[in-house]
Each structure stands twice: as C-alpha cells, then as structure tokens.
C-alpha cells in the first residue's frame, strides 16, 4: 500500500485546511481502518483521526473532535482531513496511515505510512 498525503500549507489562525491521502498499491482491498497522525517539532506522534475504510465508522482524538473531520471517498481511494479554526498548537507535520486489521489509534497499530504534509499555523 503506497499512502500519499497532500494539501498542507501556511495559513493563519482561524483557517480552514483540508488534506488529501491518496491510496494506492496492490493490497488496498486489505486495508481496515485509515488514520491520521501528527507530529509536532519535539513532541512524539498523536491519533487525530481514524475511519472505517469499509464503513462509516470515525474515530477522533477528543482534543480535536469538532474542529476536525475525517472523511473518504471509497471510489476514488482518497482519505480526507478537513480541519477547521486552526490554532498554531495544530502546527505539525501531519500523516496518513493505514491498518489492516483494525481501526486503531495507536501508532503501532497501522501498518503503512505516508511521507507526511507539513500543516504551519501562525497567529
């Protein structure tokens, strides 16, 4: 599975960003659940958001749940981070991962990743 993950940028306080993860490779029928992760500078890799591939099951990180959303288009093999009223601590370089044997929340639950897209939020 090959994860490809687009749409960050530089934006202010109080915008609205969506990212892209396109999917593709040769095991996607395999995939379970897809993620998004991020990584501050200096700080470890946290769940943002998980979906159910198959289904309509979401999963959030209560800290964000709300502002961010977490979206697929089966058709299409893209997964989607439409996040909104962003804040400078949302700042980070953001991931999108695949699991194929669960919807998981931990990192070491997925088992493919993209490069990442680096989101910046200024006040």
């Known amino acids: 599975v090959q994860l490809q993950a687009s749409g960050g940028g530089l934006v202010q306080a109080g915008a609205s960003l969506r990212l892209s993860c396109a999917v593709s490779?040769?095991?996607?029928?395999?995939?379970?659940?897809m993620g998004w992760f991020r990584q501050a500078p200096g700080k470890e890799r946290e769940f943002v958001a998980a979906i159910t591939w198959s289904g309509s099951g979401t999963y959030y990180s209560d800290s964000l749940k709300g502002r961010f959303t977490i979206s697929k288009d089966n058709a299409k093999y893209m997964v989607y981070l439409q996040m909104n009223s962003l804040k400078p601590e949302d700042t980070a370089v953001y991931y999108c991962?695949?699991?194929?044997?669960?919807?998981?929340?931990?990192?070491?639950?997925?088992?493919?990743w993209g490069q990442g897209t680096q989101v910046t939020v200024s006040s």
């Open positions: 991962a695949a699991d194929l044997r669960r919807v998981g929340v931990r990192l070491d639950e997925y088992d493919y």
């Open positions: 490779g040769r095991r996607t029928f395999s995939i379970y659940g």
